[in-house]
């Protein structure tokens, strides 16, 4: 397979990231990679071609982790007006085979062939259960969750949508902060619409309201000049501002109670992956307690949610890598 040339993708709402890999001298390098604005596209085809323009080579197979649901080989995505069809996208890559991933489940497939170093251990008292099952989640523009199912020696990705399922609270603060957003989103409040960019901005606001608290004119001048949600982000994590740490300290428990019942609804005992774009710049807070507190507060199961692993993952482009490796070991090797 030397020379045989793969193109991989993470498309999602807020960017995309494309590159080109190869089985080289026995060795799979990547060779070209480019990230792109997702929203300054009007379509994935039309980032494709840019991309193209600027790499030669006849690709081989091509593999692309998508935020939304594949269905029958197509996907609309979440959250940007794109529809992608791997009929289509063949076509314009020369006829060669193209496969679309829900972006959790490449996600998945990317955390398989990580390195021990690029996980953070969130559970002091977690217990190796390697023959279980596992299960991702991850934060970043939506909430993606996904299961890996063990079967013998063979490790099935399951993708989800579970970030859509509703929110349930679990004490006073969060049963206001679901009438608050039942206000803004009336037909339905999802885990997405806490757990994720915009949810930690809704969390902000709702605890401006909630708490009465006055707002930092330096964070408010940084959140109207740039990425509401980073600054949230920036400011809490580095405990510069009590509002924007508040935030944190609530999402980081709701984030915790949401991964420890994907658990649950799973037997992901093997232990649960937090990956996405949010979880790193956040790690000081999420190692605070808040996250824990809230994977294990389930009643008679908490000692059994007390012994299961929870590793951040760190790596920015595990999906783009699971991507590179699902073309590689699915398509080419078949």
């Not at 099935?156 to 006073?172: K, L, R, S």
């Not at 603060?173 to 039942?182: F, H, I, N, Y």
């Not at 808040?290 to 949610?305: D, H, I, V, Y």
Request: proline share 3%; aromatic share 8%; glycine share 12%.
């Amino acid at each position: 397979m030397t020379g045989t040339l793969i193109l991989g993708g993470d498309i999602g709402g807020t960017k995309t990231l494309l590159c080109l890999g190869a089985e080289l001298h026995g060795r799979f390098q990547i060779l070209a990679q480019d990230r792109y604005e997702s929203a300054a596209f009007s379509s994935f085809e039309e980032v494709l071609k840019v991309f193209l323009a600027g790499h030669d080579g006849s690709i081989n197979a091509a593999c692309f982790g998508v935020a939304g649901t594949v269905v029958d080989g197509a996907c609309r995505t979440t959250n940007l007006p794109w529809i992608l069809d791997e009929k289509e996208l063949s076509n314009l890559l020369g006829g060669c085979r193209v496969q679309l991933l829900n972006d959790l489940q490449a996600a998945a497939f990317g955390i398989l062939h990580l390195p021990a170093e690029d996980f953070v251990e969130l559970n002091r008292n977690a217990s190796p259960n390697p023959g279980a099952h596992r299960a991702v989640i991850a934060a970043g523009t939506g909430l993606g969750e996904a299961l890996i199912i063990q079967n013998g020696d063979i490790d099935i990705i399951v993708p989800t949508e579970g970030g859509h399922c509703d929110y349930a609270p679990c004490n006073q603060q969060e049963e206001r902060l679901l009438a608050w957003l039942r206000e803004q989103y009336p037909e339905h409040v999802s885990y997405e619409r806490i757990l994720s960019g915009p949810g930690l901005v809704n969390i902000y606001r709702f605890l401006v309201q909630d708490m009465g608290a006055l707002e930092n004119i330096e964070v408010v001048a940084a959140m109207r000049q740039g990425d509401a949600a980073a600054v949230i982000g920036q400011w809490g994590a580095a405990q510069r501002d009590r509002l924007c740490f508040d935030a944190l300290q609530l999402f980081s428990r709701i984030y915790g109670a949401e991964a420890g019942n994907l658990v649950l609804k799973s037997l992901s005992l093997g232990g649960v992956y937090v990956a996405g774009g949010i979880a790193p710049k956040i790690l000081p807070v999420l190692r605070l307690g808040g996250f824990m507190e809230g994977f294990t507060a389930k009643g008679r199961f908490s000692e059994l949610l007390g012994k299961v692993r929870v590793g951040v993952v760190l790596n920015p482009e595990v999906v783009l890598l699971g991507t590179l490796h699902w073309a590689r070991e699915r398509i080419v090797k078949g």
